[in-house]
């Protein structure tokens, strides 16, 4: 027995190194591929159509927000009503406190299962942040979850919120035990990438940040194919084996970025980054010419184009690059 | 111009204009909701939006123009959104709850609602034995608000005031003390129900130390001889709100047994499974309660007749439980059909025609 566990330890020192050989050369394509996924994509939402769709999901800060948002509005809306029956000077006697608590009671779960309900997973709150819930399930949101996720809001945040605010009656035992709560729920939502509070756990319920859909133009459409830029610039395959999608996303996004421009500022530094970016890439690819620095963009626009075309013909023929480093996977995987 | 375009750009030039009249209608569906969408709006979205995440679906494969997958993206999003909004009306909803989806849960919870009753019952007998063996036991159960200055220093006529008292001259006295008490068991109720995910326990102990109450008042007013008045007086709205207790803490009870006994299923499924009905439970508490707030700051003080008092209590009692025994008792498909919760998986697009037209 002994002897069993004694030799791999032995003989260990030799693998460890390999692999944290192997790790580092793995690491630079690591980081690119993380940078490019944005932090808080909601995973694997899947619609009835099949296709996956990506959701940004709300963070606590955001949520936080919205909630507060919510508290106003309720708390300014009870606070409207009662000023309308002062000015209207309506005797109410006893009514006082049976208005006071159908309202109280109102601007708590009520509010929030209704305006769900009826606005398709926004409350005011949510609407004027830009949230918005939906089912987990990809299905359509339904009444039960929106009931359920706010009944549980009652335990999560108002009744803790209601201590906290009776805090100075509690004695230490309560008050510990009340700020434990709250630490708890506050947690909850930071260990699940979904952020879901424990509400959303029952109900199956997500809050995402509501999508907004802009066109930017398609940028290969300023390159015409026999036009004066294309034929000024042409480029050979071999130049175009340097770089995969990463790069040319990133490329696309500056090039994106300008004109128009919001000063003559941030002209000259868009026009100095595409002047830094051509000088790199000439180095890298090897071009022969020489190109002057304010042809940046034209040249940068039909390097575009050359480079798309060429990386999406070589992704139809299975060979999808991933970064500038998928020589030295492909290598690997030999 | 057409060959001048690389193969991803022909695709998207292909169907732009598709995509721009989509966002047009998607737009209009978020402003004024779907319902409010024309005819052929509410067609062109369903077909359109399934175009959409087609085209989505083929662009991830072929396209690397980030443009594009980000639009297509946030507007296949969009359209989902508005294509899969809930399609039911608010009245659908509540006549839903009400016709069907309550009196339903409530019968798949019997079980769970003998256990809670049997808890409040335990806490009765409990607290009545402990009023017998020294009635001090008093002051340390009840809270020194919650007794309205009853206790068993009080005299009988003190207690038989508060039963009897008439409206106007404690009206303020009592709506403080009703809204309390009213509180007080909104309280109660939600802990019973929430609490329940923890294993059933806290639940159970809260229904035994709610029937310590009751136990405790009981005893005190039968000592004193007056226990059918007290039991007049409860029965206005007691009926309705510890029915309304007993039910929350049924719901918490069936979080607690998925907790507990989770089966084939993961705890957490297993808990979203026995929520559907356990909502039902804690909505219907609310509402019974509320009910019970009303009778109590109402009907109590207008109806002082001992007999009335418990003709009227007892029959609401008995309302209740007529429309949970009778209510939604369809054919079995559409029961079956209820407890999938299959209303939630019907296609937005088929009845998304038949909203507009």
Known sequence: ?334 | MSEDLIRSARFRAEREADWKRLQEIVTKAEKRGVRRLSFEEARDLAILYRQAVNSLSVAREISLDRALLDYLDALCARAYLAVYAPQETLAGVVWRFFARGCPQAMRRSGWHLLLSLFALSLGVVAGWLLFITDPSWWNSFIPGDLGGGRGPGASTQQLLDVIYGDGQESGSQLAAFATYLFSHNVRIAIFCFALGILACIPSFVLAVYNGIILGLFLALHFDRGIGWDLVGWLSIHGVTELAAIVIACAGGFRLGWAVIFPGNLTRRDQLRRHGRDAAKLAVLAAIMLLVAGILEGFFRQLVQDMETRLIVGWGIGLLWLLWILLAGRGSTAERRDEQRGAHAHYGGNDRLGEDAA
């Open chain 1, 1 to 334: 027995m002994t002897d069993a566990t004694t030799t791999p330890n032995g003989a260990s020192p030799a693998p460890p190194k390999q692999s944290r050989r192997q790790r580092r050369r793995q690491r630079p394509s690591k980081v690119t591929s993380r940078r490019m996924m944005p932090e808080h994509l909601l995973p694997d939402f899947i619609p009835p159509e099949g296709v996956p769709l990506r959701f940004t999901v709300a963070g606590v800060g955001a949520r936080l927000g919205a909630q507060l948002t919510d508290i106003l509005i309720t708390a300014g809306f009870v606070l409207g009503i009662i000023l309308l029956v002062l000015l209207l000077r309506v005797e109410l006697g006893d009514g006082w406190s049976i208005l006071f608590s159908i309202l109280f009671l109102f601007i708590r779960a009520p509010y929030y299962i209704l305006t769900e309900l009826l606005w398709n997973g926004q409350t005011l709150g949510k609407k004027i942040t830009g949230l918005r819930v939906i089912s987990a399930t990809g299905g359509s949101l339904e009444a039960h979850s929106v009931v359920v996720r706010n009944l549980m809001k009652e335990m999560e945040i108002f009744v803790p919120g209601t201590y906290l605010i009776m805090a100075p009656t509690l004695d230490g035992l309560t008050y510990v035990i009340v700020l434990l709560w709250i630490a708890i729920l506050l947690i909850v939502p930071l260990t699940n990438k979904r952020r879901q509070r424990m509400g959303d756990m029952v109900a199956n319920t997500v809050v995402i940040h509501h999508p907004r859909a802009v066109m930017a133009p398609d940028l290969t459409a300023k390159v015409p194919a026999h036009s004066e830029t294309a034929e000024r610039y042409p480029f050979q395959s071999h130049q175009l084996d340097h770089y995969g999608r990463y790069e040319l996303q990133t490329l696309e996004r500056v090039l994106q970025a300008g004109p128009p421009y919001s000063g003559p500022d941030a002209k000259r530094r868009h026009e100095q980054s595409l002047q830094t970016i051509m000088g790199k890439i000439l180095a890298k690819i090897d071009y022969p010419e020489k190109v002057p620095e304010a042809d940046a963009l034209a040249f940068l626009q039909a390097f575009y184009k050359a480079q798309r075309a060429y990386l999406e013909s070589r992704r139809l023929f299975g060979d999808a690059r991933e970064d500038k480093f998928h020589k030295e996977e492909n290598g690997k995987a030999e």
